[in-house]
């Protein structure tokens, strides 16, 4: 048996509304009041991308697991902060999804980059496959690091969205490496690296005329994963105003994680709990129907969504950005600075412009801390969670 097998499927809850209070409710940079935009908040909430366990779908690797029930919840939560930045880049954060209405190719095309098949760019087929080679065996329970690896890799085949993705370890963020990497080697080379603007939609949430200069432009939009540990057997209670901060910027993909051996896509906040979509409910797998369109209706949660404690939340995260241009990389770095002066917030961790001497050689960490900084040595040790290692990219 893997450690992951909770499940939901048999049982009988009701979904809370959202409590009637005064506090603001953010999900992913975007503030709302309850009792003005409750419709707009369910609105936002029903709009992204919900996946969750299937099954009968086919056979992982053409012998494994028809189904992901029990193992797969980290996975797809994986999928679920990976297609927001999908939708971000190809359909705009202001774009919804609504019952009923016709939605433009673009939205069916990054769906179609996470349906259960094994030729789909982010397939829970893919993502298990390439987790072999992390270590971890088909049907074998991820954590947030292992799965923000995978999806790293997978990305490097998915020429439609030329995506840079960046995985800060060691609690570092490292201007020089991001500037290098979503500057380097882009050069528009043809139809598979800038598919064609469709005449009658928007692109990236902008005019046409304005995608075609985004792709000519030298960035790469960035994908910033962050992997964190924010304490050792649950999270330390100074990490969570910072936290809280990362919902409220406009560059916000959410954090993956949850409680133990059971994983959560977190979107937002309200007061002193998390919003999250949970992958822990099984459907069928979904297949074109005779006209080749789709059945969409299973991929968006229309309910309102789960709330936890911050306090319950495992201390073992990711924590996802996505910055479109390099304007908005630069802004996002301005508002991580602003953020290391809020009072009774300590940092997550580090923005640097380069790379530290210490990280010069992978064996050497400098781990030596003066005593305002011990409780941030514990973000480095993890003696249960094997996704904790410190790896060499």
Request: proline fraction near 6%.
């Amino acid at each position: 048996l893997f450690p992951a097998t909770l499940t939901y499927d048999t049982l009988r809850f009701e979904y809370e509304d959202f409590p009637e209070t005064k506090e603001p409710v953010w999900i992913l940079g975007r503030k709302y009041s309850v009792f003005t935009e409750k419709e707009e908040i369910l609105l936002d909430v029903t709009s992204r991308l919900w996946f969750t366990y299937r099954k009968n779908f086919p056979a992982i690797g053409g012998t494994g697991p028809t189904s992901d029930t029990g193992w797969g919840c980290m996975l797809r939560c994986g999928q679920m902060i990976f297609a927001q930045a999908l939708v971000c880049r190809h359909l705009g954060r202001d774009w919804r999804w609504i019952k009923g209405k016709r939605q433009r190719d673009n939205y069916f095309n990054v769906l179609n980059a996470f349906i259960d098949k094994k030729d789909s760019y982010y397939s829970i087929h893919q993502i298990a496959q390439m987790g072999v080679g992390e270590g971890k065996s088909i049907g074998q329970w991820y954590g947030p690091n292992t799965v923000a690896q995978v999806l790293k890799k997978l990305a490097t085949f998915d020429t439609w969205s030329s995506l840079a993705v960046h995985i800060a370890m060691d609690n570092t963020v490292v201007m020089e490496e991001i500037r290098r990497l979503c500057q380097s080697n882009f050069v528009c080379a043809g139809a598979a690296a800038c598919p064609a603007v469709e005449s009658d939609v928007l692109y990236n949430g902008y005019p046409e005329e304005a995608g075609v200069r985004d792709r000519l432009s030298l960035w790469k939009p960035l994908v910033l994963l962050i992997p964190l540990r924010l304490g050792l057997t649950e999270i330390n209670e100074a990490y969570i105003e910072t936290l809280k901060h990362c919902f409220m910027m406009p560059q916000s993909l959410g954090v993956i994680g949850g409680k133990p051996n059971s994983a959560h896509y977190f979107i937002g906040y309200v007061g002193e709990e998390l919003i999250y979509l949970d992958p822990h409910t099984t459907q069928p797998a979904v297949e074109p129907n005779d006209s080749g369109c789709l059945p969409d209706e299973s991929f968006h949660c229309q309910h309102p969504p789960c709330r936890m404690s911050i306090a319950e939340l495992d201390p073992s995260i990711a924590v996802g950005f996505f910055c479109n241009t390099e304007e908005d990389f630069n802004n996002w770095c301005q508002q991580i600075k602003k953020l290391s002066l809020v009072r009774g917030a300590l940092p997550m961790f580090e923005l640097v412009e380069r790379q530290p001497s210490h990280f010069s050689n992978p064996d050497v960490l400098n781990l030596t801390p003066d005593s305002s900084d011990a409780d941030r040595l514990e973000r480095f040790f993890d003696s249960e969670d094997e996704d904790f290692e410190i790896l060499s990219l």
